[in-house]
């Protein structure tokens, strides 16, 4: 017998009885998450802090762009900040799966937590997905209130393809989680998991429009930005938000991206 | 004697070119406390470890409450409680919610209510797990790996890090929880833990099994017998000297003498009845020391004799080390 890693043996037969205990995981996990005031913060607030900032602090972001765009585009009679909103969208996802989650995983790696799981029936499987759970459920929360702000401050036009933005986000957020889900799996400690995230976090963020969002990005930008996940998913809900037509191109893009790094987030996951 | 509960075959494991474990074999009766005790890096982690299903072996056979560990690990989790080195929790989950949620992975668990009064520790339900003292946190530890109502609990280096006062507060503790019917495997680098708490032992050095018993027979069957160390007053040492180097050469129950402490002490060490020899000269002569005492033999006396070195728990190298990236 060569040396297996124990899980996974017990993986292929845990079938059910493993899971047993994961309603009281969530619940306790998210009990306890929330008593961090940072990464709730973050989840939550953090969006909608970007676009209220964004929108008031820097002039003409609420003002129509009648100026320098044709009245033959899309973009004619838009507010920059209403451009801006997919940007924060991505943003929102981005932050949620490349700095919060990997960092808790990490975390609970690195002080034995997953460890002492996986001496009980629960698998330690369970706790990354309650956080997996933890996390895509802040992100919608935290999405939801910057697109009520969005309405009441700005008063952002809804979606022209709800639908596509719809598909964009989730396809997005399976794209970044299983990003995430690399960098928790092959970080042997918290500080290096938050080292590797942030690397990743910023040049995504650049090539999701933080700093050029719609309208403005330069085309380079754009086409390396398409094949990325989160720059597929801001262009994707761009397109569904304020264009016509359908982005398989960036669709793609973020289920190949989820197909190659989840598989390849679970083959290299180390629980200890 | 009843089947064993826990039974461990010619165990074997190594990491590349290293080898952790070479050949352990032991038993455990249902019931008792059974403890396995040697230098760090004796290979000890690794055996219970194995044993708990949480790593693969490279040979023997290992059956916990009938079930081989090793084919099927997820078969034995509700009914063995383990408690691990150096795992901790959540900074900010409570004791309570602790014990809660590991209630809930479980069966048939064990009230969490009760669990904190049997290891006192109902009066910090709500501390947060970074606000326990170290005692605290290794009760809880301990707690965590009771509250499935296992029949086997796993505890690994339980006092490690704690005050003397804390760690005698935990031995009792485990006899507590023994006595609650948990037959316990304690894995231990300190031999006077062992030697309190366990009902039988083995040592293990270098990963293989050096000596096997209870502490009582194990010290008892030491070769070179009992010492008596003799300590005199300085006017009286020379006389003190002479006398017991004199009873040396012609009593049949001393072997030898050695002089300490600058003359002051004399350790005469012989067969258990080597005090019988040494106060009836002693009284014949009229010479009264200002101490006498025996020196107690411990299990490093034992560990000295089975591998001819003195027990020092750090000695030793850490070959789990190379087993790192296999150990997930």
């Known amino acids: 017998m060569t040396a297996l890693t124990p899980t996974a043996p017990s993986r292929a037969r845990q079938g059910t009885a493993g899971w047993r205990g994961f309603g009281p995981l969530l619940r306790t996990e998210t009990r306890v998450w929330l008593r961090d005031f940072a990464a709730p913060f973050f989840g939550i607030v953090f969006p909608t802090l970007i676009l209220v900032g964004v929108g008031f602090a820097i002039p003409g972001m609420r003002d129509p762009m009648v100026e320098d765009v044709p009245p033959g585009s899309v973009w004619y009679g838009l507010t920059p900040i209403a451009t801006y909103l997919p940007t924060v969208i991505a943003m929102a996802v981005g932050t949620a799966s490349l700095t919060v989650m990997p960092v808790t995983v990490a975390t609970y790696r690195e002080k034995g937590v997953l460890r002492r799981l996986s001496t009980t029936p629960m698998r330690p499987q369970g706790m990354v997905a309650s956080?997996?759970?933890?996390?895509?459920?802040?992100?919608?929360?935290?999405?939801?209130?910057?697109?009520?702000?969005?309405?009441?401050?700005?008063?952002?036009?809804?979606?022209?393809?709800?639908?596509?933005?719809?598909?964009?986000?989730?396809?997005?957020?399976?794209?970044?989680?299983?990003?995430?889900?690399?960098?928790?799996?092959?970080?042997?400690?918290?500080?290096?998991?938050?080292?590797?995230?942030?690397?990743?976090?910023?040049?995504?963020?650049?090539?999701?429009?933080?700093?050029?969002?719609?309208?403005?990005?330069?085309?380079?930008?754009?086409?390396?930005?398409?094949?990325?996940?989160?720059?597929?998913a801001g262009q994707a809900m761009t397109t569904g938000w304020f264009e016509s037509g359908f982005p398989l191109l960036q669709c793609v893009v973020m289920v190949v991206w989820t197909a190659v790094l989840l598989p390849l987030a679970i083959r290299l996951f180390r629980w200890t | 004697m009843a089947d064993p509960i826990v039974e461990v075959r010619?165990?074997?494991?190594?990491?590349?070119?290293?080898?952790?474990?070479?050949?352990?074999?032991?038993?455990?009766?249902?019931?008792?406390?059974?403890?396995?005790?040697?230098?760090?890096?004796?290979?000890?982690?690794?055996?219970?470890?194995?044993?708990?299903?949480?790593?693969?072996?490279?040979?023997?056979?290992?059956?916990?409450?009938?079930?081989?560990?090793?084919?099927?690990p997820a078969a034995v989790r509700d009914r063995l409680g383990v408690q691990l080195q150096e795992s901790s929790l959540h900074d900010k989950i409570t004791v309570a919610e602790a014990l809660g949620l590991f209630a809930s992975f479980y069966d048939d668990a064990a009230d969490p209510r009760e669990l904190m009064e049997l290891l006192d520790l109902a009066d910090h339900a709500d501390k947060q797990f970074a606000r326990l003292s170290g005692g605290q946190k290794q009760r809880l530890s301990i707690a965590l790996a009771l509250v499935g109502n296992p029949q086997v609990a796993i505890l690994d280096e339980l006092t490690t890090g704690l005050d003397p006062q804390a760690r005698r507060a935990t031995w009792e503790l485990v006899e507590r929880v023994r006595d609650t019917g948990v037959t316990i495997l304690l894995v231990s680098h300190f031999m006077e833990e062992a030697e309190r708490l366990c009902d039988r032992l083995v040592v293990i050095d270098a990963g293989r099994v050096v000596a096997e018993g209870s502490?009582?027979?194990?010290?008892?069957?030491?070769?070179?017998?009992?010492?008596v160390v003799v300590r005199f007053a300085t006017d009286d040492a020379a006389r003190g000297r002479t006398l017991l180097a004199d009873v040396a050469t012609r009593h049949p129950d001393v072997d030898r003498v050695e002089v300490s402490d600058g003359?002051?002490?004399?350790?005469?060490?012989?067969?258990?009845?080597?005090?019988?020899?040494?106060v009836p000269a002693l009284a014949e002569a009229d010479l009264v020391p200002d101490d006498v005492r025996t020196v107690t033999r411990t299990l490093e006396?034992?560990?000295?004799?089975?591998?001819?070195?003195?027990?020092?728990?750090?000695?030793?190298r850490e070959p789990a080390l190379a087993g790192e990236g296999d150990r997930s």
């Open chain 1, 131 to 232: 956080h997996l759970v933890i996390n895509a459920g802040t992100t919608v929360v935290g999405v939801a209130l910057a697109l009520v702000v969005a309405l009441l401050a700005f008063d952002v036009a809804t979606p022209t393809q709800v639908g596509v933005v719809l598909l964009a986000f989730v396809l997005g957020m399976c794209a970044m989680f299983a990003v995430g889900m690399l960098v928790a799996a092959v970080a042997p400690r918290a500080s290096a998991a938050n080292a590797i995230a942030m690397s990743l976090y910023f040049p995504m963020l650049l090539l999701a429009g933080l700093w050029t969002p719609g309208p403005i990005m330069p085309e380079l930008l754009r086409q390396i930005g398409q094949f990325t996940p989160l720059g597929a």
């Open chain 2, 10 to 72: 010619n165990l074997r494991k190594t990491y590349g070119a290293k080898v952790a474990v070479d050949d352990v074999s032991f038993a455990v009766q249902p019931g008792e406390i059974f403890g396995i005790l040697g230098p760090n890096g004796a290979g000890k982690t690794t055996t219970v470890e194995t044993l708990a299903g949480l790593r693969s072996a490279d040979g023997g056979a290992v059956r916990v409450l009938g079930i081989d560990t090793l084919r099927d």
């Open chain 2, 215 to 227: 502490p009582a027979e194990l010290i008892d069957g030491l070769e070179g017998g009992r010492t």
């Open chain 2, 263 to 278: 003359g002051l002490e004399v350790a005469v060490t012989g067969t258990p009845r080597v005090l019988f020899a040494v």
């Open chain 2, 301 to 316: 006396d034992v560990f000295l004799a089975v591998t001819g070195r003195t027990y020092d728990p750090q000695a030793e």
